[in-house]
């Protein structure tokens, strides 16, 4: 530990970014060395943080894509309602390209959806619906059949479908993929990303291997999925089991994905507690979890590795929840709460 670190704060003023509208702020984040948790690697690893953009999330990107390219076709129609189900961030997304665009939005959401995004979505005006992704896909109470009801039922509703629209990965083929091209020099070798919709990985991915198809594209997720099937269904996939895709979202492309990893829940919060308190990185646990699958395949990687780790989200909104003591011990883990807390 050095102070040498924190002569890195304050970057030239002509890096600081001046933009005519708030969407500007879409798109164009950070990337950050990590360089603690590297110590003794050959390898470079490399943190994508899309919390810098607008709304806080990668699903900004998304949210603003999906939204002006269904108002192009034609099937956004002049003040409709837009819904669609998820962990919160796309609603976010939604919300801000809705409140530019004059669309009210609807978000189907979870029970374990971070109080600080419930209150964000409230802010911004969307109605939320509570739903449930960890039942089977035909139960009422299922958050795509609640979704598909509402569209089925107002004709001035539209479901974005952002598991399954390819507006989804084409914002990272548009946006993220150009990004890390740019910000590496064209040195990444690998690419890191949780999978929920899988648009990030395939899109971001995609434009990756076509400028060069060396990348390794590697997908994360944890070991415990919401509907319990999901890890050995998408590692088989992964492989190459196509008769599988059935049983995942449209926008997964296992022609991207060269590898899937999972670990699991406890490991990644304890980790997540460990990484901000050594590089000062507040992440989100999908950031977390891809961190720690890139650390260890970055470890035994040659010199001229170089990791490029999505992180989605910040930490602020787990706060809460997994980085908060009182919520480890009510679930479980409080062995993490006595560690860190
Ligand atoms: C926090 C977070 N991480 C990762 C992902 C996965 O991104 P994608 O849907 O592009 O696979 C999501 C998407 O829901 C997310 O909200």
């Known amino acids: 530990m050095t102070a040498d670190r924190l002569s890195h704060a304050f970057p030239d003023p002509a890096l600081a970014r001046v ?3 708030a969407f500007g702020l879409v798109g164009a984040t950070p990337l950050v060395r990590v360089n603690v ?3 003794g690697f050959d390898a470079e690893v490399w943190v994508k943080l899309d919390h ?3 709304g806080g999330s990668s699903k900004d990107r998304i949210g603003v894509n999906i939204v002006r390219e269904a108002i192009a076709a034609g099937d956004l129609k002049p003040g409709d309602r837009i819904i669609d189900f998820g962990a919160g961030n796309t609603a976010i997304g939604y919300a801000l390209a809705g409140i530019a665009t004059g669309h009210p939005v609807t978000a189907v959401v979870g029970p374990d959806i971070a109080p600080q995004k419930v209150a964000l979505l409230k802010l911004l005006g969307v109605d939320i619906i509570p739903g449930r992704p960890d039942v089977e896909r035909d139960d009422p109470e299922h958050w795509a059949v609640i979704a598909q ?3 089925d ?3 001035s509703t539209w479901w974005a479908r952002q598991e399954s ?7 990272h083929v548009l946006s993220t993929g150009p990004e890390i091209w740019h910000q590496t020099d064209g040195r990444v070798t690998h690419f890191v990303a949780a999978l929920a919709t899988g648009g990030t990985a395939s899109g971001t991915g995609r434009y990756l291997k076509g400028r060069n198809p060396a990348v390794q594209v590697i997908g994360t997720a944890f070991a415990e999925t919401p509907n319990g099937k999901g890890e ?8 190459g089991e196509k008769d599988l895709e059935k049983d995942w979202t449209a926008n997964v492309d296992g022609d991207v994905l060269d590898r899937f990893e999972a670990r699991r829940k406890a490991d990644v919060i304890d980790f997540g507690w460990h990484v901000a308190r050594t590089e000062g990185l507040v992440l989100g646990l999908s950031s977390v979890l891809s961190l720690r699958v890139a650390l260890d395949a970055a470890a035994s990687a040659p010199a001229g590795s170089v990791f490029v780790v999505f992180s989605a989200d910040s930490g602020r909104d787990y706060l809460a929840r997994e980085y908060d003591a009182d919520w480890l011990r009510a679930n479980d883990l409080g062995h993490i709460a006595d560690r860190y807390a």
């Not at 050995?232 to 492989?239: E, G």
């Open 19 to 21: 933009v005519d509208d």
């Open 37 to 39: 948790l590297t110590e």
């Open 52 to 54: 810098h953009n607008l």
């Open 149 to 151: 009801r509402y569209e």
């Open 153 to 155: 039922e107002d004709p």
């Open 165 to 171: 629209t390819s507006p989804n990965p084409a914002a």
């Open 232 to 239: 050995n269904n998408l590692a088989r996939y992964v492989a």
